[in-house]
Protein backbone atom coordinates (compact mmCIF):
# COMPACT_ATOMS: atom_id res chain seq x y z
CA UNK A 1 0.00 0.00 0.00
CA UNK A 2 1.03 3.61 -1.04
CA UNK A 3 1.51 5.93 2.00
CA UNK A 4 -1.41 7.63 2.79
CA UNK A 5 -1.18 11.64 2.86
CA UNK A 6 -3.50 14.33 3.63
CA UNK A 7 -3.90 17.83 4.13
CA UNK A 8 -5.28 18.11 7.46
CA UNK A 9 -8.67 20.02 8.72
CA UNK A 10 -7.90 20.27 12.71
CA UNK A 11 -11.22 21.51 13.88
CA UNK A 12 -11.37 24.38 16.82
CA UNK A 13 -12.55 21.58 19.33
CA UNK A 14 -9.40 19.42 18.57
CA UNK A 15 -7.21 22.19 20.48
CA UNK A 16 -9.69 23.02 23.22
CA UNK A 17 -11.99 21.21 24.57
CA UNK A 18 -11.70 18.22 22.89
CA UNK A 19 -7.83 18.22 22.78
CA UNK A 20 -7.58 14.52 23.73
CA UNK A 21 -9.05 13.90 20.49
CA UNK A 22 -6.90 15.81 18.39
CA UNK A 23 -3.81 14.50 20.26
CA UNK A 24 -4.56 10.74 20.27
CA UNK A 25 -5.47 11.41 16.15
CA UNK A 26 -1.74 13.05 15.52
CA UNK A 27 -0.86 9.89 17.49
CA UNK A 28 -2.31 7.27 15.94
CA UNK A 29 -1.42 9.05 12.29
CA UNK A 30 1.84 9.42 13.02
CA UNK A 31 2.42 5.74 14.30
CA UNK A 32 -0.08 4.45 11.13
CA UNK A 33 2.71 6.20 9.00
CA UNK A 34 -0.55 8.49 7.67
CA UNK A 35 1.22 11.59 6.85
CA UNK A 36 -1.07 14.64 7.54
CA UNK A 37 -0.34 18.37 6.55
CA UNK A 38 -1.91 20.97 8.69
CA UNK A 39 -3.52 23.72 6.33
CA UNK A 40 -1.83 26.22 7.14
CA UNK A 41 -3.61 29.26 8.85
CA UNK A 42 -6.75 27.38 8.72
CA UNK A 43 -10.62 28.71 9.97
CA UNK A 44 -13.49 27.63 11.66
CA UNK A 45 -16.48 25.95 9.98
CA UNK A 46 -19.20 28.24 11.11
CA UNK A 47 -20.72 24.85 12.69
CA UNK A 48 -24.42 24.77 12.79
CA UNK A 49 -24.52 28.80 13.77
CA UNK A 50 -23.32 29.01 10.21
CA UNK A 51 -25.85 27.21 8.48
CA UNK A 52 -28.85 28.21 10.84
CA UNK A 53 -28.58 31.97 10.27
CA UNK A 54 -27.19 32.82 7.15
CA UNK A 55 -26.59 30.25 3.92
CA UNK A 56 -23.91 32.02 2.16
CA UNK A 57 -21.44 32.80 5.39
CA UNK A 58 -22.14 29.29 5.58
CA UNK A 59 -20.43 28.30 2.55
CA UNK A 60 -17.89 31.24 2.52
CA UNK A 61 -16.38 29.81 5.98
CA UNK A 62 -15.87 26.32 5.29
CA UNK A 63 -14.74 27.83 1.54
CA UNK A 64 -11.56 29.60 2.93
CA UNK A 65 -10.46 26.06 4.28
CA UNK A 66 -11.28 24.81 0.94
CA UNK A 67 -9.06 26.97 -0.60
CA UNK A 68 -6.30 26.31 1.46
CA UNK A 69 -6.75 23.08 0.69
CA UNK A 70 -7.04 23.60 -2.96
CA UNK A 71 -3.51 25.05 -2.87
CA UNK A 72 -2.17 21.92 -1.02
CA UNK A 73 -3.64 19.69 -3.38
CA UNK A 74 -3.85 16.32 -1.48
CA UNK A 75 -6.90 14.90 -0.09
CA UNK A 76 -7.92 16.34 3.24
CA UNK A 77 -8.54 14.66 6.32
CA UNK A 78 -10.99 16.09 8.94
CA UNK A 79 -11.47 14.23 12.44
CA UNK A 80 -14.94 16.29 13.59
CA UNK A 81 -17.96 14.83 12.64
CA UNK A 82 -19.67 18.46 12.23
CA UNK A 83 -16.33 20.08 10.81
CA UNK A 84 -15.83 17.25 8.13
CA UNK A 85 -20.05 17.62 7.66
CA UNK A 86 -20.38 21.15 6.82
CA UNK A 87 -16.83 20.89 5.23
CA UNK A 88 -18.27 18.14 2.81
CA UNK A 89 -21.52 20.03 2.13
CA UNK A 90 -19.82 23.20 1.24
CA UNK A 91 -18.02 21.14 -1.23
CA UNK A 92 -20.91 19.81 -3.01
CA UNK A 93 -22.68 22.95 -3.34
CA UNK A 94 -19.72 25.18 -4.35
CA UNK A 95 -18.66 22.47 -7.10
CA UNK A 96 -22.24 21.36 -8.38
CA UNK A 97 -23.18 25.46 -8.82
CA UNK A 98 -20.91 27.72 -10.48
CA UNK A 99 -22.82 30.43 -9.83
CA UNK A 100 -22.70 29.66 -6.29
CA UNK A 101 -19.44 29.09 -6.16
CA UNK A 102 -18.24 32.69 -7.80
CA UNK A 103 -20.08 33.84 -4.91
CA UNK A 104 -18.40 32.48 -2.14
CA UNK A 105 -14.77 33.52 -4.17
CA UNK A 106 -15.75 36.73 -4.17
CA UNK A 107 -16.56 36.60 -0.52
CA UNK A 108 -13.37 34.12 0.45
CA UNK A 109 -11.17 36.08 -1.93
CA UNK A 110 -9.42 32.87 -3.27
CA UNK A 111 -10.76 29.45 -5.65
CA UNK A 112 -13.03 27.40 -3.41
CA UNK A 113 -13.28 24.84 -6.17
CA UNK A 114 -11.52 21.97 -3.76
CA UNK A 115 -12.00 18.51 -6.00
CA UNK A 116 -9.83 16.52 -3.97
CA UNK A 117 -11.81 14.39 -1.41
CA UNK A 118 -12.80 15.25 2.23
CA UNK A 119 -12.21 12.33 4.16
CA UNK A 120 -13.07 11.43 8.22
CA UNK A 121 -10.38 9.58 9.77
CA UNK A 122 -12.53 6.79 10.99
CA UNK A 123 -13.54 5.99 7.08
CA UNK A 124 -9.66 6.12 6.40
CA UNK A 125 -8.79 3.69 9.06
CA UNK A 126 -11.70 1.19 8.34
CA UNK A 127 -11.89 1.57 4.28
CA UNK A 128 -8.06 2.78 3.23
CA UNK A 129 -5.85 1.37 6.29
CA UNK A 130 -8.28 -1.71 6.35
CA UNK A 131 -8.60 -3.82 9.88
CA UNK A 132 -6.15 -6.50 8.34
CA UNK A 133 -3.25 -4.21 7.82
CA UNK A 134 -3.95 -1.99 11.82
CA UNK A 135 -4.13 -5.61 13.29
CA UNK A 136 -0.39 -6.13 13.72
CA UNK A 137 0.11 -3.10 15.20
CA UNK A 138 -2.13 -4.06 17.71
CA UNK A 139 0.07 -5.16 21.29
CA UNK A 140 -3.34 -5.34 23.60
CA UNK A 141 -6.70 -6.94 23.42
CA UNK A 142 -8.94 -3.91 24.76
CA UNK A 143 -11.08 -6.96 26.37
CA UNK A 144 -13.34 -6.35 28.91
CA UNK A 145 -14.39 -2.98 27.38
CA UNK A 146 -17.95 -3.37 26.69
CA UNK A 147 -18.88 -0.55 24.24
CA UNK A 148 -21.93 0.76 22.52
CA UNK A 149 -20.76 3.00 19.48
CA UNK A 150 -22.34 6.28 19.00
CA UNK A 151 -22.08 8.08 15.50
CA UNK A 152 -24.22 10.99 16.39
CA UNK A 153 -25.64 12.79 13.12
CA UNK A 154 -23.37 14.56 11.44
CA UNK A 155 -21.00 11.42 10.41
CA UNK A 156 -23.61 9.98 8.87
CA UNK A 157 -26.52 12.10 7.75
CA UNK A 158 -27.24 13.61 4.66
CA UNK A 159 -26.04 10.03 3.46
CA UNK A 160 -25.28 11.70 0.00
CA UNK A 161 -22.04 13.62 1.54
CA UNK A 162 -21.24 11.04 4.17
CA UNK A 163 -19.01 7.97 4.65
CA UNK A 164 -20.84 5.39 6.66
CA UNK A 165 -22.22 2.38 5.19
CA UNK A 166 -25.93 2.77 6.46
CA UNK A 167 -27.72 6.05 7.46
CA UNK A 168 -30.03 4.25 10.26
CA UNK A 169 -27.59 1.10 11.42
CA UNK A 170 -23.93 2.42 10.42
CA UNK A 171 -21.07 -0.42 11.37
CA UNK A 172 -17.80 1.43 10.49
CA UNK A 173 -17.60 1.98 14.06
CA UNK A 174 -18.58 -1.22 15.21
CA UNK A 175 -15.95 -3.27 12.75
CA UNK A 176 -12.97 -0.69 14.04
CA UNK A 177 -14.33 -1.66 17.50
CA UNK A 178 -14.31 -5.29 17.42
CA UNK A 179 -11.04 -5.46 15.90
CA UNK A 180 -9.52 -3.93 19.06
CA UNK A 181 -11.06 -6.52 20.93
CA UNK A 182 -13.86 -4.66 22.28
CA UNK A 183 -16.63 -6.11 22.95
CA UNK A 184 -19.32 -4.21 20.60
CA UNK A 185 -23.32 -4.19 22.68
CA UNK A 186 -25.88 -3.97 20.37
CA UNK A 187 -28.43 -1.13 20.72
CA UNK A 188 -30.94 0.93 18.64
CA UNK A 189 -29.86 4.63 19.37
CA UNK A 190 -26.42 4.44 17.53
CA UNK A 191 -27.47 8.12 15.03
CA UNK A 192 -29.76 9.60 17.47
CA UNK A 193 -29.01 13.07 18.56
CA UNK A 194 -27.36 14.70 21.56
CA UNK A 195 -28.65 17.53 20.86
CA UNK A 196 -25.46 19.91 20.46
CA UNK A 197 -25.96 22.64 18.95
CA UNK A 198 -28.83 23.70 21.84
CA UNK A 199 -26.13 22.82 24.56
CA UNK A 200 -25.48 26.39 26.18
CA UNK A 201 -29.09 27.78 25.06
CA UNK A 202 -31.52 25.13 25.69
CA UNK A 203 -29.98 22.92 27.99
CA UNK A 204 -33.15 21.59 29.45
CA UNK A 205 -33.34 19.90 26.25
CA UNK A 206 -30.29 18.52 25.79
CA UNK A 207 -30.09 17.11 29.27
CA UNK A 208 -33.24 15.07 28.49
CA UNK A 209 -31.38 13.74 24.63
CA UNK A 210 -27.94 12.98 27.06
CA UNK A 211 -29.81 11.03 29.93
CA UNK A 212 -32.00 8.70 27.46
CA UNK A 213 -28.51 7.83 25.66
CA UNK A 214 -27.04 6.97 29.33
CA UNK A 215 -30.00 5.16 30.28
CA UNK A 216 -29.67 3.05 26.85
CA UNK A 217 -26.46 2.45 26.90
CA UNK A 218 -26.81 0.97 30.23
CA UNK A 219 -29.28 -1.10 29.23
CA UNK A 220 -27.80 -2.36 26.30
CA UNK A 221 -24.79 -3.99 28.94
CA UNK A 222 -21.97 -1.21 27.87
CA UNK A 223 -19.43 0.29 30.46
CA UNK A 224 -18.70 2.40 27.81
CA UNK A 225 -19.18 5.13 25.01
CA UNK A 226 -17.32 5.33 21.98
CA UNK A 227 -17.68 8.18 19.50
CA UNK A 228 -16.31 10.51 16.60
CA UNK A 229 -17.32 13.48 17.72
CA UNK A 230 -16.43 16.05 19.94
CA UNK A 231 -20.22 17.85 20.15
CA UNK A 232 -20.92 14.74 20.95
CA UNK A 233 -18.67 13.72 23.67
CA UNK A 234 -18.92 17.39 25.30
CA UNK A 235 -22.42 16.99 25.45
CA UNK A 236 -22.83 13.54 27.16
CA UNK A 237 -19.99 14.45 29.56
CA UNK A 238 -21.17 17.64 30.52
CA UNK A 239 -24.99 17.84 30.35
CA UNK A 240 -26.24 14.95 32.17
CA UNK A 241 -27.68 16.81 35.48
CA UNK A 242 -29.35 20.85 35.87
CA UNK A 243 -26.14 22.57 36.79
CA UNK A 244 -27.44 26.27 37.63
CA UNK A 245 -24.33 26.25 40.45
CA UNK A 246 -23.33 22.87 41.40
CA UNK A 247 -22.40 20.19 38.75
CA UNK A 248 -23.12 16.53 39.35
CA UNK A 249 -22.53 13.53 37.35
CA UNK A 250 -25.96 11.07 37.14
CA UNK A 251 -24.15 8.90 34.90
CA UNK A 252 -20.22 7.98 35.41
CA UNK A 253 -19.96 5.75 32.04
CA UNK A 254 -17.01 6.89 30.50
CA UNK A 255 -17.17 8.45 26.81
CA UNK A 256 -14.37 8.11 24.59
CA UNK A 257 -12.92 8.66 21.17
CA UNK A 258 -12.29 6.00 18.58
CA UNK A 259 -8.91 7.44 18.81
CA UNK A 260 -7.74 7.23 21.95
CA UNK A 261 -9.16 3.42 22.16
CA UNK A 262 -6.95 2.85 19.37
CA UNK A 263 -3.80 4.72 20.68
CA UNK A 264 -4.55 2.72 23.97
CA UNK A 265 -4.26 -0.86 21.86
CA UNK A 266 -0.84 -0.01 20.19
CA UNK A 267 0.52 1.02 23.16
CA UNK A 268 1.24 4.53 22.62
CA UNK A 269 2.88 6.66 24.60
CA UNK A 270 0.56 9.40 25.95
CA UNK A 271 -2.41 7.90 26.25
CA UNK A 272 -2.78 8.39 29.95
CA UNK A 273 -2.91 12.27 29.40
CA UNK A 274 -5.95 11.85 27.14
CA UNK A 275 -7.97 9.82 29.66
CA UNK A 276 -6.76 12.12 32.18
CA UNK A 277 -8.66 15.03 30.49
CA UNK A 278 -11.84 13.38 30.55
CA UNK A 279 -14.52 14.88 32.47
CA UNK A 280 -16.00 11.46 33.09
CA UNK A 281 -13.07 9.82 34.06
CA UNK A 282 -12.27 6.46 32.23
CA UNK A 283 -9.03 5.77 34.51
CA UNK A 284 -11.14 3.94 36.67
CA UNK A 285 -12.36 1.38 34.47
CA UNK A 286 -9.33 1.07 32.51
CA UNK A 287 -7.28 0.43 35.39
CA UNK A 288 -9.56 -2.67 36.90
CA UNK A 289 -9.07 -3.66 33.77
CA UNK A 290 -5.88 -3.59 33.61
CA UNK A 291 -5.57 -1.47 31.00
CA UNK A 292 -3.55 1.34 31.99
CA UNK A 293 -1.45 1.19 35.58
CA UNK B 1 -66.16 32.02 -1.51
CA UNK B 2 -62.82 29.55 -1.48
CA UNK B 3 -59.66 31.98 -1.59
CA UNK B 4 -56.60 30.79 -3.31
CA UNK B 5 -54.03 29.72 -1.06
CA UNK B 6 -51.07 31.83 -0.43
CA UNK B 7 -48.08 30.10 -2.37
CA UNK B 8 -45.83 33.18 -2.04
CA UNK B 9 -43.71 31.42 0.60
CA UNK B 10 -43.92 28.22 -0.71
CA UNK B 11 -41.93 29.71 -3.25
CA UNK B 12 -39.93 32.16 -1.66
CA UNK B 13 -38.61 28.55 0.00
CA UNK B 14 -38.05 27.22 -2.75
CA UNK B 15 -36.27 29.69 -4.57
CA UNK B 16 -34.01 29.70 -1.22
CA UNK B 17 -33.29 26.98 -0.37
CA UNK B 18 -34.35 24.06 -3.56
CA UNK B 19 -36.88 22.39 -1.59
CA UNK B 20 -40.63 21.82 -3.08
CA UNK B 21 -42.49 22.23 0.43
CA UNK B 22 -45.42 21.29 -1.83
CA UNK B 23 -44.49 17.40 -2.38
CA UNK B 24 -45.43 17.18 1.57
CA UNK B 25 -48.23 15.01 1.84
CA UNK B 26 -48.27 14.66 5.74
CA UNK B 27 -47.07 11.38 6.28
CA UNK B 28 -45.62 12.60 9.58
CA UNK B 29 -42.76 10.52 9.58
CA UNK B 30 -40.57 13.85 10.45
CA UNK B 31 -42.40 14.65 13.63
CA UNK B 32 -42.16 10.90 13.99
CA UNK B 33 -38.12 10.73 14.36
CA UNK B 34 -37.59 14.30 15.66
CA UNK B 35 -35.96 13.75 18.92
CA UNK B 36 -37.07 17.48 19.68
CA UNK B 37 -40.53 17.74 18.51
CA UNK B 38 -41.58 17.46 22.17
CA UNK B 39 -40.38 20.72 22.78
CA UNK B 40 -41.80 22.49 19.68
CA UNK B 41 -44.60 24.20 19.81
CA UNK B 42 -45.29 23.43 16.24
CA UNK B 43 -43.95 19.93 15.09
CA UNK B 44 -42.25 18.73 11.58
CA UNK B 45 -44.92 18.51 9.40
CA UNK B 46 -47.14 20.95 10.79
CA UNK B 47 -44.52 23.35 10.05
CA UNK B 48 -44.48 22.29 6.17
CA UNK B 49 -47.95 21.94 6.04
CA UNK B 50 -48.16 25.80 7.70
CA UNK B 51 -45.75 26.73 4.99
CA UNK B 52 -48.03 24.97 2.01
CA UNK B 53 -50.91 27.62 3.64
CA UNK B 54 -48.43 30.67 3.72
CA UNK B 55 -48.55 31.02 7.43
CA UNK B 56 -45.22 33.13 7.19
CA UNK B 57 -45.54 35.24 10.49
CA UNK B 58 -46.84 32.66 12.54
CA UNK B 59 -44.09 30.07 11.18
CA UNK B 60 -40.97 33.07 11.41
CA UNK B 61 -41.68 33.80 15.06
CA UNK B 62 -42.32 30.15 16.11
CA UNK B 63 -40.00 28.21 18.75
CA UNK B 64 -39.44 25.10 16.16
CA UNK B 65 -37.63 26.93 13.78
CA UNK B 66 -35.03 27.75 16.77
CA UNK B 67 -35.34 24.25 18.19
CA UNK B 68 -34.54 22.02 15.06
CA UNK B 69 -30.93 20.87 16.06
CA UNK B 70 -30.44 20.30 12.61
CA UNK B 71 -30.03 16.23 13.30
CA UNK B 72 -31.37 16.14 9.65
CA UNK B 73 -33.35 12.66 10.88
CA UNK B 74 -36.49 13.84 9.54
CA UNK B 75 -34.59 14.78 5.77
CA UNK B 76 -32.92 11.26 5.38
CA UNK B 77 -36.59 9.78 5.94
CA UNK B 78 -38.81 11.86 4.08
CA UNK B 79 -40.24 9.56 1.22
CA UNK B 80 -40.77 12.62 -0.61
CA UNK B 81 -37.09 13.69 -0.48
CA UNK B 82 -37.91 17.32 1.33
CA UNK B 83 -34.58 18.32 2.88
CA UNK B 84 -36.81 19.27 6.25
CA UNK B 85 -33.89 20.55 7.90
CA UNK B 86 -32.91 22.99 5.02
CA UNK B 87 -36.62 24.24 5.19
CA UNK B 88 -36.13 25.18 9.27
CA UNK B 89 -32.87 27.06 7.87
CA UNK B 90 -33.93 28.89 5.30
CA UNK B 91 -36.68 29.96 8.22
CA UNK B 92 -34.87 30.57 10.10
CA UNK B 93 -32.37 33.03 7.44
CA UNK B 94 -35.85 34.94 6.97
CA UNK B 95 -36.75 35.13 10.60
CA UNK B 96 -33.53 37.28 10.89
CA UNK B 97 -33.42 39.04 7.97
CA UNK B 98 -37.35 40.43 8.41
CA UNK B 99 -36.38 41.14 11.86
CA UNK B 100 -39.22 38.44 13.31
CA UNK B 101 -39.27 38.23 17.08
CA UNK B 102 -37.78 35.39 17.38
CA UNK B 103 -39.82 32.40 19.27
CA UNK B 104 -36.88 31.55 21.30
CA UNK B 105 -34.46 35.09 21.77
CA UNK B 106 -31.65 32.79 23.53
CA UNK B 107 -30.92 30.54 20.54
CA UNK B 108 -30.37 33.71 18.19
CA UNK B 109 -28.09 34.74 21.57
CA UNK B 110 -26.03 31.61 21.16
CA UNK B 111 -26.05 32.06 17.18
CA UNK B 112 -24.55 35.15 17.69
CA UNK B 113 -22.65 34.90 20.22
CA UNK B 114 -20.67 31.68 18.28
CA UNK B 115 -20.31 33.72 14.42
CA UNK B 116 -18.81 37.01 16.45
CA UNK B 117 -16.27 34.91 18.02
CA UNK B 118 -15.21 33.59 14.53
CA UNK B 119 -15.36 37.18 13.05
CA UNK B 120 -13.05 38.20 15.58
CA UNK B 121 -10.98 35.31 16.01
CA UNK B 122 -11.43 33.42 12.99
CA UNK B 123 -11.83 30.11 15.57
CA UNK B 124 -13.62 28.72 18.42
CA UNK B 125 -12.39 29.99 21.81
CA UNK B 126 -14.95 28.02 24.46
CA UNK B 127 -14.17 30.78 26.51
CA UNK B 128 -14.98 33.50 24.30
CA UNK B 129 -17.92 31.74 22.58
CA UNK B 130 -19.31 30.81 26.87
CA UNK B 131 -18.65 34.54 27.92
CA UNK B 132 -20.39 36.59 25.24
CA UNK B 133 -23.07 34.37 25.00
CA UNK B 134 -23.40 34.98 28.83
CA UNK B 135 -23.37 38.37 29.05
CA UNK B 136 -25.68 38.65 25.68
CA UNK B 137 -28.19 36.22 27.93
CA UNK B 138 -27.78 37.53 31.20
CA UNK B 139 -27.91 33.89 32.38
CA UNK B 140 -24.28 35.18 34.18
CA UNK B 141 -24.59 31.69 36.54
CA UNK B 142 -25.25 28.65 34.99
CA UNK B 143 -22.63 26.16 35.03
CA UNK B 144 -20.84 27.81 37.42
CA UNK B 145 -19.56 23.81 38.92
CA UNK B 146 -19.13 22.76 35.86
CA UNK B 147 -17.04 26.06 34.57
CA UNK B 148 -14.62 24.98 37.35
CA UNK B 149 -14.76 21.38 36.11
CA UNK B 150 -13.49 22.69 32.33
CA UNK B 151 -10.65 24.65 33.77
CA UNK B 152 -9.35 21.98 36.09
CA UNK B 153 -9.10 19.70 33.29
CA UNK B 154 -8.15 21.94 31.02
CA UNK B 155 -11.14 21.93 28.25
CA UNK B 156 -11.05 25.59 28.54
CA UNK B 157 -7.82 27.89 27.62
CA UNK B 158 -7.02 30.93 28.68
CA UNK B 159 -5.57 32.36 25.57
CA UNK B 160 -7.93 32.09 22.23
CA UNK B 161 -6.71 31.25 19.46
CA UNK B 162 -6.55 33.33 16.88
CA UNK B 163 -6.47 33.57 12.54
CA UNK B 164 -2.95 34.82 11.39
CA UNK B 165 -4.78 36.34 8.32
CA UNK B 166 -7.75 38.64 9.95
CA UNK B 167 -8.46 40.36 7.13
CA UNK B 168 -9.64 37.37 5.36
CA UNK B 169 -12.56 36.63 8.01
CA UNK B 170 -12.90 40.63 8.56
CA UNK B 171 -13.52 40.09 3.83
CA UNK B 172 -16.23 36.88 4.39
CA UNK B 173 -18.15 38.51 7.28
CA UNK B 174 -18.93 41.97 5.16
CA UNK B 175 -19.18 40.29 2.01
CA UNK B 176 -21.53 37.62 3.16
CA UNK B 177 -23.24 40.12 5.56
CA UNK B 178 -24.55 42.56 2.60
CA UNK B 179 -28.55 42.86 2.92
CA UNK B 180 -28.91 39.48 5.04
CA UNK B 181 -28.46 38.68 8.67
CA UNK B 182 -25.02 38.91 10.21
Not at chain 1, 22 to 34: F, N, R, Y
Not at chain 1, 123 to 143: F, H, M, Q, T, Y
Not at chain 2, 73 to 78: A, F, G, L, P, V
Not at chain 2, 156 to 168: G, L, N, T, W, Y
Request: hydrophobic share 40%; glycine share 8%; aromatic share 6%.
Amino acid sequence: MSRLSFSYFPGCSQSGSAEEFGDSTLAVCKALGIDLEELPDWSCCGASSGHMTNDLLSLALPGRDLALAKTIGKDMLVVCAACYSRMKVSQNRILADEELARRVEEAVGADPRFTGEIRHLLDVLVNDVGIAAIKPWLRESLAGLKAVPYYGCLLVRPPEVCCCDSVENPTELDTFLEALGVEVRPWSFKTDCCGGSLSLSRTDIVEKLVNKLFERAEEAGANCIVTACPMCTANLEMRQEPGKFGFKLLHDMPVMYFTELLGLAMGLAGSEKWFKSHIISPVPLLKELKLTS
Amino acid sequence: MIEAVNRRLEETLEARTGQKVRDCYQCKKCSAGCPVAFAMDLVPHEVMKMVQYGQEERLLSCSTIWLCASCETCSTRCPNEIDIAGVMDGLRQMALEKGAPLGEPEIGMFHKSFLGGIKYTGKTNEPVLIGAYKAMSRRLFDDLGLGAVMVAKHKIKIFPRVVKDRKALKRIFDETGKGGAK
